[in-house]
């Protein structure tokens, strides 16, 4: 089958210069591949110990493999979406190649003449890495900066960079830095000097000692159970504040979505919440939580969770578990779609293998298509094909009272209706009612008030002992029912708890 690459021109398009620094600073001339390349991973690796170099911008190939099944166009999006990755990280794509092949080489990755022909290409336009779009394992990565004479990396290092740059609270650095580890740990080498024996022993009889890859992996594994210990201590204090939402008895609503969808800006339109917002893929990686009220007057509590994207690194899955509790103990979860994306239904089926992944697959969702302010079309169409979604735009605010209502119907389907009698005397049962529930209907009877209102399982529950048919809400034949996660229902009617 045919193969082929693309060249770009050169970024600033000027002229490189005689050294071919192309105005970045001096680097050693071309020829000795141990330093020609300064990327920032690997045996060639960068002086800021990054894993993109950011002393200069780094001139970047990209390469992709094309399976069977995939056809031209996915993979022409992938390979754009890692563009965007790129260049979130501080580099230049320059070139990009992509090899058509029934499965990856193990070995290399791509085959051995496409490794002498990318070689070729990477001198042509003097790139410092070549980036792939799937992840290598470790001897592939070696064998290729073998091949190459460059710094090989994938999009798993360029996503764990870019998370590196962006974490500012204290728990997502130690999140960052933990799944980084777990990244480099088995892709630890040394060459030359760096894998000799320092000698052990007492005296005069001193043993071959241990290899300084060896302290190097010690290293990092003290460093990688400090950070986990860390987290432990952080989980604690989240768990803390969850609790003391819980007891609030106030709903919790998470948004969630592909990268660069909307997330924050929706946060900040609901809720004015002033979350950092920019047009570049993982802005924000720290969940922010704010009050906002549904249209019934209910308050709820909303939070901004971290973007997914397609092929999101396993290292962040699990680093990030703790931060993404929030998603999995929501009670509902607003979808947020990029409406003008290339392609909004592989952006909603990555966002949902994720949340799959951390065990928020049952949570019930609501799509929310943003953007129709600029793709009005796409977000009709999409509506029109996901029933029970809404159409929105986060930014001009068109769109977000229906979502606040799609919000509040979900979440009222979420409980049970339950008829309660409460003595005159009970003042205070009355007030608890308003304040845990949506009372629907209160009336005065012959001892006291007939009150009609929607409880979840825990506040039916409490005011079992009021309720007109006497029964506990756990029991059977009761007009309450426990809601179970597996059968929540997200929209009244026959609706299913996750848009088709």
């Given at each position: 089958m045919p193969e082929r690459h693309w060249g770009h021109d050169h970024?600033?398009?000027?002229?490189?210069?005689?050294?071919?620094?192309?105005?970045?600073?001096?680097?050693?001339?071309?020829?000795?591949?141990?330093?020609?390349?300064?990327?920032g991973f690997g045996d060639y690796g960068g002086e800021s110990g990054g894993l993109i170099e950011r002393t200069f911008r780094e001139r970047i190939v990209v390469v992709g493999v094309q399976r069977p099944g995939v056809d031209d166009e996915e993979v022409e999006r992938s390979l754009d979406e890692l563009e965007q990755l790129v260049d979130t990280a501080g580099a230049d794509v320059v070139a990009r190649m992509v090899q058509r092949r029934d499965a990856p080489e193990p070995a290399t990755y791509i085959g051995k003449g496409k490794a002498g022909e990318l070689r070729r290409l990477s001198d042509e336009v003097d790139a410092d890495t070549v980036v792939f779009d799937d992840e290598l394992t470790p001897a592939q990565q070696f064998n290729l900066e073998r091949l190459l004479g460059r710094t090989a990396i994938d999009r798993t290092a360029v996503i764990l960079d870019i998370f590196g740059q962006n974490a500012s609270s204290q728990e997502g650095k130690a999140q960052v830095q933990l799944a980084q580890y777990r990244y480099r740990l088995p892709r630890?080498?040394?060459?030359?000097?760096?894998?000799?024996?320092?000698?052990?022993?007492?005296?005069?009889?001193?043993?071959?000692?241990?290899?300084?890859?060896?302290?190097?992996?010690?290293?990092?594994?003290?460093?990688?159970?400090?950070?986990?210990?860390?987290?432990?201590?952080?989980?604690?204090?989240?768990?803390?504040?969850?609790?003391?939402?819980?007891?609030?008895?106030?709903?919790?609503?998470?948004?969630?979505?592909?990268?660069?969808?909307?997330?924050?800006?929706?946060?900040?339109?609901?809720?004015?919440?002033?979350?950092?917002?920019?047009?570049?893929?993982?802005?924000?990686?720290?969940?922010?939580?704010?009050?906002?009220?549904l249209p019934g007057g209910e308050?709820?509590?909303?939070?901004?969770?971290?973007?997914?994207?397609?092929?999101?690194?396993?290292?962040?899955?699990?680093?990030?578990?703790?931060?993404?509790?929030?998603?999995?103990?929501?009670?509902?979860?607003?979808?947020?779609?990029?409406?003008?994306?290339?392609?909004?239904?592989?952006?909603?089926?990555?966002?949902?293998?994720?949340?799959?992944e951390i065990g928020a697959g049952r949570v019930a969702e609501l799509l929310a298509f943003n953007k129709s302010d600029v793709a009005a079309g796409a977000a009709a169409e999409l509506v029109a094909s996901h029933p029970g979604?809404?159409?929105?735009?986060?930014?001009?605010?068109?769109?977000?009272?229906?979502?606040?209502?799609?919000?509040?119907?979900?979440?009222?389907?979420?409980?049970?209706?339950?008829?309660?009698?409460?003595?005159?005397?009970?003042?205070?049962?009355?007030?608890?009612?308003?304040?845990?529930?949506e009372v629907l209907v209160e009336a005065a009877g012959e001892a006291?008030?007939?009150?009609?209102?929607?409880?979840?399982?825990?506040?039916?529950?409490?005011?079992?002992?009021y309720r007109v048919d006497g029964r506990d809400s756990s029991g059977s034949g009761g007009s309450a029912r426990s809601p179970h996660p597996s059968s929540r229902s997200p929209a009244s009617g026959s609706s299913p708890s996750r848009s088709a």
């Open positions: 970024p600033t398009g000027g002229e490189r210069d005689d050294e071919g620094t192309g105005g970045r600073g001096d680097r050693p001339p071309t020829g000795d591949p141990d330093t020609s390349h300064r990327g630890l080498r040394g060459k030359g000097r760096s894998l000799s024996q320092q000698a052990g022993g007492i005296g005069a009889r001193r043993g071959p000692g241990e290899t300084q890859l060896e302290v190097d992996r010690r290293r990092i594994l003290r460093r990688m159970h400090k950070l986990e210990a860390d987290l432990r201590a952080i989980a604690k204090h989240r768990d803390t504040q969850r609790k003391a939402r819980r007891r609030s008895r106030l709903r919790a609503v998470a948004i969630v979505g592909y990268t660069n969808a909307g997330k924050s800006t929706l946060l900040n339109a609901l809720t004015e919440a002033g979350v950092l917002v920019e047009n570049r893929l993982f802005a924000t990686l720290d969940a922010t939580t704010r009050r906002a009220d308050p709820v509590l909303v939070t901004d969770t971290v973007g997914f994207i397609a092929k999101l690194p396993h290292q962040l899955v699990e680093a990030f578990k703790s931060t993404l509790e929030v998603v999995t103990e929501a009670d509902l979860l607003v979808h947020v779609v990029d409406a003008s994306a290339p392609d909004p239904e592989a952006n909603i089926a990555a966002v949902r293998s994720v949340l799959h979604s809404v159409a929105i735009s986060a930014v001009t605010g068109q769109g977000l009272p229906d979502l606040l209502q799609a919000v509040a119907n979900r979440l009222r389907a979420l409980t049970d209706v339950v008829e309660l009698h409460v003595p005159f005397s009970r003042g205070d049962v009355l007030a608890s009612l308003h304040r845990e529930g006291g008030m007939v009150v009609r209102a929607r409880l979840d399982a825990a506040a039916a529950s409490r005011f079992a002992e």
